[in-house]
């Protein structure tokens, strides 16, 4: 309205605003970069590339413990250092306020003739992003020769039996003890850990809520998100040095299943703890006192109040926590036995060893399964919440 220029709005008002959030995402994305270990170890090491990710599991999986636990320490160091960086540029500039209220109200642009190839751009790279690479999948894990993906399809990969000339005689997927073995702890492993990280974030994050302002709620606070700092393959390492060996009374875990149960409770707790103060944030402590002056205890009140009123946000966290675990490979690498396989790990091992084929159908799986998963969310929490009908 005061005739400034189309440059001059983006570059003085949308830019300076949506910097914190951008500088957040950049930094978030740079660490999970920095401690990815799939896509180098499957692309780089072919051509001998090597990252800090993938010589920690190689120190690691040939005994140089030690060696390894300074490259876990010098993974947090990097990731740390780059979010403290990161926190101190937008420290200053978290005092903006959206003039018009809520900022996350939706608001449509005009876009003129620019309209139709927005629109196919944003299509190409939709299919190209999300559909192709599952049709690549599909038809990679049904074609019997990497180099010919739609022809001589076969679902051996798949329903064969064991013995014959292909796949050097490994059975398909279903008909492999080992894989659906996989599969069974992959899902009790993603069950179990989004069940403890929902109940011990919400424990954490009603403590954060009701006790805001005092010293007990930021130390609890930045604990609580403290395995963000850390990368995962590096937070494994950490957990393989606590409990790798005998502590006093404590046994070793190593090699156990419970293992992989702290150490992934741990190192998702902040995305659970997130999600209960979001939703906590907007309970009222009107609804808790007057249950409390009925008589109500705390384990009441939690289990007839917070916990009906916050089951929807917590059942999206648990959710995200369970995908999450189903597709992580980072965490598990350095955690994973012959006792407790899981899926990703057996995808890369088939995928290192050459057996793409096998690689790609678990792949498939897993998604699958994280599809549906996002499924039963919405339906339950639909069902949860029949008043928004």
């Known amino acids: 309205m005061s005739g400034a220029r189309r440059g001059r709005i983006f570059f003085g008002i ?131 020769q990497g180099g010919a993906l739609f022809s001589n399809w076969t679902l051996h990969f798949w329903i064969g039996e064991g013995g014959g000339a292909l796949a050097q005689g490994q059975a398909g997927l279903f008909r492999n003890p080992m894989i659906v073995e996989a599969l069974w702890n992959t899902m009790k492993l993603g069950l179990t850990v989004a069940l403890t990280t929902m109940l011990l974030g919400l424990a954490l994050a009603y403590t954060i809520v009701r006790n805001k302002g005092t010293w007990l709620a930021t130390v609890l606070s930045q604990l609580a998100f403290l395995p963000l700092l850390v990368p995962s393959i590096a937070f494994a390492a950490a957990y393989i040095a606590l409990f790798g060996a005998p502590i006093g009374p404590l046994p070793s875990l190593y090699g156990t299943f419970a293992l992989l149960v702290l150490a992934a409770t741990a190192h998702n707790l902040p995305y659970a703890v997130q999600s209960g103060r979001s939703v906590l944030g907007q309970i009222s402590n009107d609804i808790e006192e007057s249950a409390r002056l009925t008589g109500a205890g705390l384990l009441t009140r939690l289990v007839f109040i917070i916990f009906p009123l916050t089951i929807r946000g917590l059942l999206a966290g648990a959710i995200l926590v369970f995908v999450k675990m189903v597709r992580d490979l980072s965490l598990v690498v350095l955690l994973f036995t012959a006792t407790s396989p899981v899926l990703s790990m057996v995808a890369y091992r088939y995928a290192s060893e050459g057996f793409m084929q096998f690689a790609n159908a678990i792949t498939l ?17 639909t069902r949860v919440q029949k008043w928004k009908q």
């Open 365 to 381: 799986v897993i998604l699958v399964i994280c599809l549906a998963a996002s499924l039963a969310a919405h339906l339950i929490q």
């Open 14 to 144: 949308v830019l300076p605003v949506a910097t914190p959030a951008l500088v957040a995402a950049a930094s978030l994305t740079f660490a999970g970069a920095v401690a990815n270990f799939a896509a180098p170890a499957l692309l780089g090491l072919p051509v001998r590339m090597q990252t800090l990710s993938t010589r920690l599991f190689g120190m690691i999986e040939t005994g140089e413990t030690e060696r390894g636990f300074v490259l876990a320490l010098l993974l947090i160091a990097v990731s740390a250092a780059l979010l403290f960086c990161s926190d101190r540029l937008v420290a200053g500039r978290k005092a903006f306020t959206t003039v018009t209220g809520k900022g996350g109200r939706i608001k449509r642009f005009p876009l003129g003739v620019w309209r139709w190839p927005l629109f196919a751009a944003a299509l190409v790279i939709g299919l190209a992003t999300s559909v192709l690479p599952v049709l690549v999948l599909a038809a990679s894990s049904l074609a019997p």
